[in-house]
Nanobody
Framework: VQLVESGGGLVQAGGSLRLSCTAS????????MGWFRRAPGKEREFVAA????????YYSDSVKGRFTISGDFAKNTVHLQMNSLKPEDTAVYYC????????????????WGQGTLVTVSS
């Protein structure tokens, strides 16, 4: 099982980015997905999660209304659309997957990607 993130980069405050996480070696519809981030000098924090069907989504208060998690099951890919970006959103973003949705938000998911760096300039 492997997760590979992409889409990170440098963006100005107020701008947008879309991160992607492509899964291989799994039956995508059996895994729930989530996004986390780790800012420089800080602990990893939960960002967003979705059930594999997309029927349930969950966001941290810090990104609610600005970020959207969605899935493209035909491509085994989950996206994180990030709008109205702020300098404090600067972090390495990781995707995670687990067959138990309740393991996503607490950060104890089974599978993790390597991360993609997002830098938001002021």
């Amino acid at each position: 099982v492997q997760l590979v993130e992409s889409g990170g980069g440098l963006v100005q405050a107020g701008g947008s980015l879309r991160l992607s996480c492509t899964a291989s070696g799994v039956t995508f519809t059996k895994y729930h997905m989530g996004w986390f981030r780790r800012a420089p000098g800080k602990e990893r924090e939960f960002v967003a999660a979705a059930t594999w069907s997309g029927g349930t989504t969950y966001y941290s208060d810090s990104v609610k209304g600005r970020f959207t998690i969605s899935g493209d099951f035909a491509k085994n890919t989950v996206h994180l659309q990030m709008n109205s970006l702020k300098p404090e959103d600067t972090a390495v973003y990781y995707c995670a997957a687990d067959q138990d949705f309740n393991k996503i938000a607490p950060g104890v998911a089974e599978v993790w990607g390597q991360g993609t760096l997002v830098t938001v300039s002021s």
